[in-house]
Structures are given as structure tokens and as C-alpha cells.
């Protein structure tokens, strides 16, 4: 699902929070199997894992047509006969979606008749009891009770996550449940856990663009970060913050930049206005008014482009023209 994200200058972003998730899980399926479901872990023959071709679910009384997010094959530890994990990321609050997930398992069932493993990831933003099976009963029979695994990251203490050395573990400190007063200290103590981690530089990128996509410090929040970061005497921490982009430092080099760039120039006209005049008051005592009018404007060029000034600029300046700019070059 999709939704419109305000950011700087109030201009809408879509996240598209389920590709964020099969990308970061994709890339790192065993690290999160590891953190979050350790048992599984144990047992799984991650080199026997591989990724499925996308499969896409379809809902016949809804007409609803969706990709699964993550469906892997492998094999468990010393077992010959495959099985299929399906991990299914929810970013929205959907009434039946313990009857989706048994929807998605029917299908994957029908089609490769393997055992499977269902894995649901809540990641919105409220703290609900997601139901994590689907039954079908009648007072006098029951026919089948379907369970999921489920990972509600709300509920998650972020603080237990901190010594885990895990990339997973640590893009998703911004989905897990700190309060907004801790927000600083949630992206400190992910930029530390990032930097500890030896990664190359795609999937560098891929933890710190989830995170920042999550966590969204604003000017005031940064500069307590940093000084936060620069008070705990962590050298390695500090220099490897400083080599990570910063949108809102980014933000306003640029606009001083920019800034600095109008400025300079209205002053460069305005000083230049001043020497013309000045040298004009004193060259036209000692010639002709036409005759004067040249030599001030001639040098007032010179004094302008010794200062720096570009020729296009002394040009629109003084009416020079370029061959006669190009002659005071060769004068001097």
C-alpha cells in the first residue's frame, strides 16, 4: 500500500512500504530469520534457499490481484524433502487479513504441494492484537484451524535489539515501539549499530535509506544528535556519521550556496556602480564627457575583472563588448 509522506518544502513523497520491505528482508533473509525467529533459523539450510518467481495472488469474489511479498524454497538441515517460507509484510490495518494469509498459504499449497511456513510483519504505526490464525467451525464440527507466524514490530522493545549485530535489527528500530521524545536516541543508537556492521556500500545505502524513511529527524533534532554523538567521545562513531549523507546539512549548503551567490553578485553590481562613478567624476574633469564615459567604463572593466567578476557580467555592466574586453586583457 501507498501513502503520501509530507517532507521538506511540503512536497508528497509515496512510500511504497511493501517493495521496502521485500527489498530489505529479500536482501537479508537469513539475518532476518536469525533475529526474529532463532529456532527456525537453527534449522534451515540457508544454502539450499532461493527465491521463487513472484507469485500473484488472486482474489476471485473480490477481484483483488496481489504479488506475494517474499516466497523462498530450501531445504531443513540434514532433510531432503523442500519447503516454501512466505513472508508477508502489512502496512495497513485490514479487518480479515488472518483469512488473507490463509488465502495466500491455500494457494501456495495448491500449487507446489510443499510444506510452508507463513510469516506475517505488522509495521504500522498503532500497538494492536493482530490475530494470527484462521478458523473454519460449525457447532458440530470443526474443520481446520490455520497459524501464522507474526512479528508485530510496535510491540517490539528496541532496546533489546541493540547488541544484535544484525542489519535487519537495525533498519527496523524505526518501525519499533519508542516513544517520539526518544527518536534522537533510536537514530543514535542505530547509526552506532550501523557503523559495526561490515557492509558493502549497496547495502550500506539500503539500511540507512529504509531507516531514513522512517525516521525523519528535523534541524533542531539533528544538531542534538550530533551533539549527542560528538559528547560520547566515540571517534569511529563520529567519523563514520560524518561520511553519511544529511539532508537537512545538505539542505542548507545549498540554500547558502544559492544564497551566497545573489548576494555576491548584487554587491559585485553595487561596488561596481560606486567605482564607476567615482573614476567618471574624475576622468571627465580632465576629458571630453563622450571621451571620459570610455575611459571610466574601460576601467571600471579592469578594476571588476581584477576583483574577480566574470566577463559576461562586466560586459552587462559597462556595454563592453567582448573583443573590447579581450583588448584590455592584452593592455594589461
Same mark, same amino acid.
Given at each position: ?34 533475529? +526474529? ?27 483483488? @490481484? @496481489? #504479488? ?6 530450501? #531445504? ?25 494469509? =490463509? ?5 501456495? =499449497?495448491?500449487?507446489? #504441494? %510443499? !510444506?510452508?511456513? !507463513? ?20 457447532? +458440530?464440527?470443526?474443520?481446520?484451524? +490455520? ?10 522493545? &528496541?532496546?533489546?535489539?541493540? @547488541?544484535?549485530?544484525? !542489519? ?44 531514513? /524513511? ?23 562513531? *563520529? *567519523? +563514520? ?6 539532508? &537537512? ?15 555576491? @553578485? ?10 564607476? %562613478? ?42 563592453? /563588448?567582448?573583443?573590447?574586453?579581450? %583588448? ?5
Amino acid at each position: 500500500m501507498s501513502v503520501i509522506m509530507k517532507v521538506h518544502e511540503d512536497t508528497p513523497t509515496y512510500i511504497d512500504h511493501d517493495q521496502l520491505f521485500k527489498q530489505l528482508i529479500g536482501t537479508f533473509f537469513d539475518e532476518f530469520i536469525e533475529v +526474529f525467529f532463532p529456532s527456525i533459523h537453527q534449522q534451515l539450510d540457508f544454502s539450499s534457499l532461493k527465491p521463487l518467481s513472484d507469485e500473484i495472488f488472486t482474489d476471485l469474489i473480490h477481484g483483488e @490481484r @496481489r #504479488r506475494a511479498d517474499i516466497v523462498m524454497e530450501g #531445504r531443513l538441515k540434514d532433510q531432503d524433502t523442500l519447503i516454501i517460507i512466505h513472508v508477508e509484510s502489512q502496512s495497513y490495518e485490514q479487518k480479515n487479513f488472518h483469512e488473507r494469509m =490463509y488465502h495466500y498459504f491455500s494457494i501456495l =499449497y495448491n500449487r507446489y #504441494r %510443499k !510444506p510452508i511456513i !507463513p510469516i506475517a510483519v505488522f509495521s504500522y504505526d498503532k500497538v494492536r492484537d493482530e490475530q494470527d490464525y484462521f478458523e473454519l467451525t460449525f457447532p +458440530f464440527l470443526h474443520v481446520l484451524t +490455520f497459524h501464522f507466524l507474526k512479528i508485530e514490530l510496535k510491540k517490539q522493545d &528496541w532496546r533489546s535489539f541493540l @547488541r544484535s549485530n544484525n !542489519p535487519v535489527a537495525a533498519a527496523l528500530l524505526s518501525k519499533m515501539g519508542y516513544k517520539n521524545s526518544e527518536k534522537v536516541q533510536v537514530k543514535k543508537e542505530f547509526l552506532r549499530m550501523l557503523a559495526k556492521l561490515e557492509l558493502d556500500a549497496a547495502k550500506m545505502e539500503l539500511i540507512y535509506g529504509f531507516f531514513e /524513511t522512517y525516521v525523519k529527524l528535523n534541524h533542531i533534532e539533528e544538531e542534538k544528535l550530533m551533539e549527542s554523538i560528538q559528547n560520547s567521545n566515540d571517534e569511529s562513531l *563520529e *567519523e +563514520f556519521v560524518k561520511k553519511l549523507p544529511n539532508s &537537512w546539512r545538505d539542505k542548507g549548503l545549498r540554500e547558502g550556496l544559492e544564497k551566497g551567490l545573489a548576494e555576491g @553578485r548584487e554587491k559585485g553590481l553595487a561596488e561596481g556602480r560606486e567605482i564607476g %562613478k567615482e573614476i567618471g567624476k574624475e576622468i571627465g574633469k580632465e576629458f571630453g564627457r563622450e571621451e571620459g564615459v570610455k575611459i571610466a567604463k574601460k576601467d571600471m572593466a579592469k578594476k571588476m575583472l581584477s576583483k574577480g567578476m566574470q566577463p559576461e557580467s562586466v560586459m552587462e555592466i559597462t556595454g563592453l /563588448t567582448k573583443e573590447e574586453l579581450e %583588448k584590455l586583457g592584452d593592455e594589461s
